[in-house]
């Protein structure tokens, strides 16, 4: 794969990031603060139990920043693969969230991207040209 497709699906990855992470930071301060949005009825009764949110989507906006100026190194596209399995698994293992949230359409879209750049980040990371100097050193 040529330079600038590996940087465009870079690229990609960060806006996804970016997009769901702004959105879902705006639903928290709305759900927690304001008693606003879908995120109300999980935190209503505990706004402390907002704090995984805000982590999780901070996260995700500082790692758009680090993906959007990135090079394109098999180490940036196994870091954006990376990225998306602890935010995959957790959407999966509290998939309970989404329909307490009545936010389904949500949840299904941002799990199945998430494994999408997972599969499309670690596939060009592992098609990736291994650079010279980790072919083994000549004796």
């Known amino acids: 794969m040529n330079p600038t ?4 699906i870079l690229r990609a990855n960060a806006i996804y990031l970016m997009a769901p992470s702004t959105a879902g930071l705006l639903m928290d301060v709305l759900g927690t603060f304001f008693h ?6 999980v935190v209503a009764n505990a706004s402390y139990s907002s704090a995984g949110f805000f982590e999780a989507h901070g996260l995700a906006l500082i790692i758009f920043i680090w993906l959007l100026r990135s090079e394109t190194s098999r ?3 196994f870091t954006g693969a990376t990225v998306h399995t602890p935010l995959g698994t957790s ?3 509290f998939w309970d969230i989404f329909p307490a949230a009545d936010f389904l359409g949500g949840g ?3 799990t199945s991207l998430h494994w999408l750049f997972e599969v499309f980040q670690s596939s060009v990371g592992i098609g990736s040209a291994v ?9």
């Open 108 to 110: 299904y879209l941002t």
């Open 75 to 77: 180490t940036w596209h």
């Open 5 to 8: 497709s590996r940087r465009t």
């Open 91 to 93: 959407n999966l293992v």
């Open 131 to 139: 650079p010279q100097r980790w072919k083994g050193a000549s004796a």
């Open 36 to 41: 606003r949005g879908p995120e109300t009825l």
